[in-house]
């Protein structure tokens, strides 16, 4: 568990992320995070949900259209 604490950072109220929370979730200074309700509580992650399931449907369609793809490729 790694705890954060508030700070004033402007007019607004932030937090600082430790190091290795940004080198698990692989960014740095100026790069964009996502905090989302779960039933669980919140997740914080550095993928955009709604582009990740268009990316999941765009997947299955190239997987099923494969031959297709290949053969406009051509």
């Not at 940004?22 to 964009?32: A, F, I, M, P, Y």
């Not at 582009?51 to 997947?59: G, K, Y």
């Amino acid at each position: 568990m790694v705890v954060l604490k508030l700070g004033k950072i402007g007019n607004s109220v932030g937090a600082v992320l430790p190091k290795e929370v940004l080198v698990r979730l692989k960014v740095e200074q100026g790069d964009t995070l996502y905090l989302t309700e779960t039933p669980d509580g919140y997740h914080l992650t550095p993928y955009e949900p709604e582009f990740e399931a268009q990316m999941e449907e765009a997947r299955k369609i190239m997987k099923k259209r494969r031959n297709v793809l290949r053969e406009l490729a051509k």
